[in-house]
């Protein structure tokens, strides 16, 4: 089904490890986003790409980086997780006036 | 910068109960507005959607939202709620814009749990 995808659904990490989170869409969309949800906080967003090539900060970077591979892929990078970024990710797409298509998510617990 | 507000934290209903959300936001341009739905352990979906046009508009599962531009608000109805509309509901707008991606701001969200 068409639709974004996103690796892996859950995931433990020790305080200081790396690790990479990885999202495809198969919409043939331009613009791709993370975000984070927190109970109580919403959906925030980390990082977004407008079109392949470009990426640019959301409401909350710190402590990730991202790459849009190519226009399927944009993936999330945590150099050195923290407690802090336990969190549930959600990756989405969309094209130009539409809304986001999400992802289904990645549940990170940082220990 | 927009920001999204939500009234409510936790609702609770009755089955058959009518349902009205409230969503205020801040923004001094053209705005797109949205409704998702998050059932328990799964991701948002969309529920509806307003860009432009009759300010009354109707989305999937019988719900309906109306932007008001004078009171900056965009609240979520439903006449007659099911046990199966227990989830969590996210308001968010996205600044209009000619060209480009359209970054949503979201609301804090509001529980919504029906009662059989």
């Known amino acids: 089904n068409a639709g974004v995808t996103q690796t892996p659904k859950f995931q433990v990490l020790k305080t200081g490890q790396s690790m990479t989170l990885q999202c495809a869409q198969d919409?043939?969309?331009?613009?791709m986003y993370w975000y984070r949800q927190d109970p109580g906080m919403g959906l925030r967003l980390i990082y977004y790409s407008a079109s392949e090539g470009t990426t640019d900060k959301g409401e909350v970077p710190n402590g990730y980086n991202v790459s849009r591979l190519n226009k399927r892929e944009f993936s999330l990078r945590l150099e050195s997780a923290a407690p802090s970024q336990t969190s549930v990710y959600f990756c989405?797409?969309?094209?130009?006036?539409?809304?986001?298509?999400f992802g289904s998510g990645t549940r990170l617990t940082v220990v | 910068a927009q920001s999204v507000s939500q009234h409510n934290h936790h609702v609770i209903l009755s089955e058959a109960a009518s349902l009205e959300l409230g969503c205020n936001y801040s923004?001094?341009?053209?705005?797109?507005l949205f409704w998702y739905v998050q059932y328990p352990g799964q991701h948002l979906q969309l529920l509806l959607k307003?860009?432009?046009?009759?300010?009354l508009v109707k989305g999937i599962k019988g719900f309906e939202a109306e932007f008001i531009k004078s009171k900056f608000s965009f609240n979520l109805r439903k006449p007659s709620v099911q046990w199966s509309d227990t989830a969590e509901y996210f308001c968010?707008?996205?600044?209009?814009?000619?060209?480009?991606?359209?970054?949503?701001?979201f609301g804090k969200g509001t529980k919504l749990s029906v009662i059989p």
């Open positions: 968010a707008v996205s600044p209009y814009s000619g060209a480009g991606s359209y970054q949503l701001t």
């Open positions: 307003y860009f432009s046009g009759d300010p």
């Open positions: 989405a797409s969309s094209e130009g006036n539409r809304e986001d298509t």
């Open positions: 919409m043939n969309h331009n613009s």
């Open positions: 923004y001094g341009g053209t705005v797109n």
